[in-house]
Structures are given as C-alpha cells and as structure tokens.
Nanobody, 114 residues
C-alpha cells in the first residue's frame, strides 16, 4: 500500500519559516519525481516545487528564492524548507509522487498570520 504522509505544517508568523516533510512508503522512492503543491481556499491546486529523481529542482515564481525542495532517498522523504513566509503562502500543502503512477498525500495545513 502506497502512502505519502506530510508533516510539519502549522501556524507561522509573516517572515517566519517552516519545514514540511513527506515520508513515502510502498514505492521505490528513488525512481519517483517528487513535488509539493498547494491549494488555498477558493483556488485551484498549484505547483510549488518539484525535484526530479536526479535532483533537478523547479520552483513556482512566487516561491523562488524563499523555498527549497530537497530529497533524502535513504529516508524516502522529500522536504520543503519555507522561509520569508507571507500570508499568501497560506494553503494546504500536498506531496506528490510521479513515476509509473501518481500518488498524493493527504495534505498539511500551513497558515501564515500575525
């Protein structure tokens, strides 16, 4: 059974930082392209950042220079380091695994508010 379990969400102040983790099980993690997406209330889900199985990264313009995606294949985990958070970053953040099939995590809430 494939599982992607996100953690690390919560409440942060503007200008603060959070680190999200997504632990995968049931897949050969190293062959999967991994990504973080987010969905704010009333909006469609959007790409935040991706990291290929070879470690190539891609970011949405809105998070470039503030967010960093990374992966640890030994731990079957992908991370999203989020710095300089703004209220516009408030959303449910989802982890995605993409290779032979596509899998999504259940999401973790990130709220940026003073």
């Amino acid at each position: 059974q494939v599982q992607l379990v996100e953690s690390g969400g919560g409440l942060a102040q503007p200008g603060g930082s959070l680190t999200l983790s997504c632990a995968a099980s049931g897949i050969v993690f190293a062959i999967y392209h991994m990504g973080w997406y987010r969905q704010a209330p009333g909006k469609e889900r959007e790409l935040v950042a991706t990291i290929s199985r070879g470690g190539i990264t891609n970011y949405a313009d809105s998070v470039k220079g503030r967010f960093t995606i990374s992966r640890d294949n030994a731990k079957s985990t992908v991370y999203l380091q989020m710095n300089s958070l703004t209220p516009e970053d408030t959303a449910v953040y989802y982890c995605k695994a993409d290779a032979r099939a596509i899998y999504w995590g259940q999401g973790t809430q990130v709220t940026v508010s003073s």
